[in-house]
């Protein structure tokens, strides 16, 4: 069952075409590695399944009631953000008219504190937290309302070696269990180990398929 249906989707800033004719599916269970040089439209593409940005031509079909989740590079939080961890994932419930979570909305904030590996550091103030703490805790709120598609964009860029596996690995954990990802990254190895299927964006146009029919390593970047 496709969450994403891309068909000759082009996008473009004025006159100037950064996206020509793209069309892919992003699948339950999938994970899509979408990987390429700077200025080949991967950020577009994402802002564009987001809807922040509206095609010149072609479409983007996510099925009614279909919830994406989204983990960002950077966020603007500095050590005197006052949030804790727990607090900050709890962030992304539903508005509400009273000012206090109900007992599932409580469990449902445990659960992803717990499935993110941030039981120990939950009362920790995020503007404390490390990089990959960090990425754990911007990953449990996105996955918070249970979203049919994650979207992780450049999500390790900033991140060390080791932190960059284990915050995939934690990913894989949900997708397995039917989550669909589509990982933006440069990484080559990454998209080699985590991914099932590819999206290689160029300047000349896109290639898409399995993960084991991904270009050597580098080809064209």
């Known amino acids: 069952m496709a969450v994403v249906a891309v068909d000759n989707l082009t996008v473009a ?8 004719d793209l069309s892919f599916t992003v699948n339950e269970g999938d994970f899509l590695v979408v990987i390429g040089e700077n200025g080949v439209g991967k950020t577009t593409l994402v802002r564009s399944l987001l809807g922040f940005l509206k095609p010149k031509s072609g479409s983007i079909d996510i099925p009614q009631g279909m919830k994406i989740g989204y983990v960002p590079q950077f966020r603007n939080i500095d050590a005197e953000y006052p949030l804790s961890i727990r607090d900050f994932v709890a962030l992304n419930t539903k508005p509400s008219l009273v000012p206090w979570l109900s007992k599932r909305e409580r469990a449902r904030v445990d659960r992803m504190i717990r499935e993110n590996n941030l039981t120990k550091i ?14 754990r805790a ?3 709120q996105a996955l918070l309302p249970a979203p049919n598609l994650l979207i992780l964009d450049e999500s390790t860029a900033s991140l ?3 932190m960059k596996y284990e915050l995939l690995d934690l990913v894989t954990r949900f997708q397995q269990n039917g989550l669909s990802v589509m990982f933006i990254t440069h990484d080559w190895d990454l998209a080699k180990k985590y991914g099932t299927r590819f999206l290689h964006m160029t300047p000349a146009g896109y290639q898409t398929g399995s993960i084991d029919e991904l270009p050597v390593l580098g080809e064209g970047e």
């Open 13 to 20: 800033y004025g006159n100037h075409p950064v996206i020509n």
């Open 122 to 135: 939950a009362d920790r103030p995020l503007g404390l937290a490390s990089g990959g703490e960090k990425q």
């Open 138 to 140: 911007y990953l449990a």
């Open 160 to 162: 060390d070696n080791e």
